[in-house]
T-cell receptor, first 114, second 112 residues
Framework: AQKVTQAQTEISVVEKEDVTLDCVYETRDTTYYLFWYKQPPSGELVFLIRRNSFDEQNEISGRYSWNFQKSTSSFNFTITASQVVDSAVYFCALNTGTASKLTFGTGTRLQVTL | NAGVTQTPKFRILKIGQSMTLQCTQDMNHNYMYWYRQDPGMGLKLIYYSVGAGITDKGEVPNGYNVSRSTTEDFPLRLELAAPSQTSVYFC???????????FGPGTRLTVL
């Protein structure tokens, strides 16, 4: 069975601080994909990144970066110099199998204040 | 492209009523999904479809039904609504092989 754990329920930071959101996953499949989605207060789900199990290279996109480590089954997400607009719930998700079904973590609510 | 659209945005049902949540995508995606999101929780898969005429159960299918007669549409039917079905419902779609899912804006359903 697949499982995604986001142990941090809620994080509060002051603007310009760096923050890391943790994600630990479980799967027996050797081929899988990991995702991060953002859910702002307006409620929609915004895709941020996809990483496949064969590519452990870290990725940076502007103020966002992702650290994928198969050895610890983790796919952590760091926001550098956080901004108020980063306030949202962030979900980590795991995709295995041919039907592309996603297993979501319970999310981490990030609150960025001035 | 409108992407994935869902109607209605909000709905209040009485216990025992039925309704259909509509989902349409214009990206010619083969794969479509229905999720529910309960307060403070992640999304859970209700049903999914890998193409027109093919549907299968997800993690929490009880109390729901789906059909997929066209590539574009994937309606979710609630029969005999119960308070436990109060949730936000998201429809999503993806291309075969790409795995990235595109989500609709959601339908907030309250059953009283």
């Amino acid at each position: 069975a697949q499982k995604v754990t986001q142990a941090q329920t809620e994080i509060s930071v002051v603007e310009k601080e760096d923050v890391t959101l943790d994600c630990v996953y479980e799967t027996r499949d050797t081929t899988y994909y990991l995702f991060w989605y953002k859910q702002p207060p307006s409620g929609e789900l915004v895709f941020l990144i996809r990483r496949n199990s064969f590519d452990e290279q870290n990725e940076i996109s502007g103020r966002y970066s992702w650290n994928f480590q198969k050895s610890t089954s983790s796919f952590n997400f760091t926001i550098t110099a956080s901004q108020v607009v980063d306030s949202a719930v962030y979900f980590c998700a795991l995709n295995t199998g041919t039907a592309s079904k996603l297993t979501f973590g319970t999310g981490t609510r990030l609150q960025v204040t001035l | 492209n409108a992407g994935v659209t869902q109607t209605p945005k909000f709905r209040i049902l009485k216990i025992g009523q039925s309704m259909t949540l509509q989902c349409t995508q214009d990206m010619n995606h083969n794969y479509m999904y229905w999720y529910r999101q309960d307060p403070g929780m992640g999304l859970k898969l209700i049903y999914y479809s890998v193409g027109a005429g093919i549907t299968d159960k997800g993690e929490v299918p009880n109390g729901y039904n789906v059909s997929r007669s066209t590539t574009e549409d994937f309606p979710l039917r609630l029969e005999l609504a119960a308070p436990s079905q109060t949730s936000v419902y998201f429809c999503a779609s993806s291309t075969q092989g790409r795995h990235e899912q595109f989500f609709g804006p959601g339908t907030r359903l309250t059953v009283l």
